[in-house]
């Protein structure tokens, strides 16, 4: 059974930083491109990023292009999103995903796996 959990939510203020982590279990890791998703309140799910299979393609949506990063290590199943000069519009659940392909996550927001999310909050 495949399982992705998320971590490293919490409450920040404009400007500050959080790293969120998503372990992996039950799935080839090395095989799955995964990618970041969010919901805020009373809006839909938005794409924010993925990573490819081994690392080296990477896409983020416009809004956090030069604020987030996101990265994996394959040794350990991880997969992580360093979230830099947060905005209140930030504010969110963040969703970990999993999928063998990586346009699908892009453009459909359809993901083989999901996590249950994080919540992360940015206070003005």
């Known amino acids: 059974q495949v399982h992705l959990v998320e971590s490293g939510g919490g409450l920040v203020q404009a400007g500050g930083s959080l790293r969120l982590s998503c372990a992996a279990s039950?799935?080839?890791?090395?095989?799955?491109?995964m990618g970041w998703f969010r919901q805020a309140p009373g809006k839909e799910r938005e794409f924010v990023a993925v990573?490819?299979?081994?690392?080296?393609?990477?896409y983020y949506t416009d809004s956090v292009k030069g604020r987030f990063t996101v990265s994996r290590d394959n040794a350990k199943n991880t997969v992580a999103l360093q979230m830099n000069s947060l905005k209140p519009e930030d504010t969110a659940v963040y969703y970990c995903?999993?999928?063998?392909?990586?346009?699908?996550?892009?453009?459909?927001?359809?993901?083989?796996?999901w996590g249950k999310g994080t919540l992360v909050t940015v206070s003005s």
């Open positions: 995903a999993a999928d063998l392909v990586l346009v699908t996550m892009k453009t459909s927001l359809r993901a083989s796996y």
């Open positions: 990573i490819s299979q081994s690392g080296s393609i990477t």
């Open positions: 039950g799935l080839r890791f090395s095989a799955y491109g």
